[in-house]
């Protein structure tokens, strides 16, 4: 797994398979802007606390994120996979029906 960090803000990520995007991608930890929460919070008389909470909680459930589509399950795959050629088979024989 191999530490990065491209964008040069400290958010530091590493690189893994993205699904969604079927290419090795950087996956960097998912971040609530708390400031700006606590602002939607005052001006909703709280009404805004339920919906935080829940972003809150969907960071401690899934806190990878891919930069490119935002999917949150990265596969740490060392290659990607490659049909082998399996070996040509020998033609089956087929016997004739039996009359009985």
């Given at each position: 797994?191999?530490?990065i960090?491209?964008?040069?803000?400290?958010?530091?990520?590493?690189?893994?398979?993205?699904?969604?995007?079927?290419r090795?991608?950087?996956?960097?930890?998912?971040?609530?802007?708390?400031?700006?929460?606590?602002?939607?919070?005052?001006?909703t008389?709280?009404?805004?606390?339920?919906?935080?909470?829940?972003?809150?909680?969907?960071?401690?459930?899934?806190?990878?994120?891919?930069?490119?589509?935002?999917w949150?399950?990265?596969?740490?795959?060392?290659?990607?996979?490659?049909?082998?050629?399996?070996?040509?088979?020998?033609?089956?024989?087929?016997q004739?029906?039996?009359?009985?």
């Amino acid at each position: 797994m191999e530490t990065i960090d491209e964008t040069g803000q400290g958010r530091a990520g590493f690189k893994a398979y993205c699904p969604r995007c079927k290419r090795t991608e950087v996956f960097c930890r998912a971040k609530v802007n708390h400031p700006r929460q606590l602002v939607l919070t005052i001006f909703t008389g709280g009404l805004w606390a339920i919906p935080w909470s829940a972003l809150c909680m969907g960071t401690l459930l899934r806190p990878w994120r891919c930069k490119t589509c935002g999917w949150h399950k990265p596969e740490f795959r060392e290659t990607t996979c490659i049909p082998v050629a399996k070996p040509p088979s020998a033609p089956k024989k087929v016997q004739p029906p039996t009359v009985e």
